[in-house]
């Protein structure tokens, strides 16, 4: 086998280091990652529109501001 040159530790390396064979996410896992942001997107503003959170972060900033 003339000619044919064994991969370096550095090539190796970074081979292993883009995933092999399989780079990027899929249209599936995409739509997964989507739908789990929008969701917590969802929860926060629920969270942060409730009464509670809006007197707390009120009084914070009246706090900060005195």
Known sequence: MK???KPSWGGKFASKMRGGG??????AEYAVGTLAA???AGVLLKVLT???V??????LIERALS
């Open 50 to 52: 409730s009464g509670t």
């Open 54 to 59: 809006q007197s707390a972060l009120s009084a």
């Open 38 to 40: 929008v969701a917590f």
């Open 3 to 5: 000619g044919v040159t």
């Open 22 to 27: 399989e780079s990027g996410m899929s249209t």
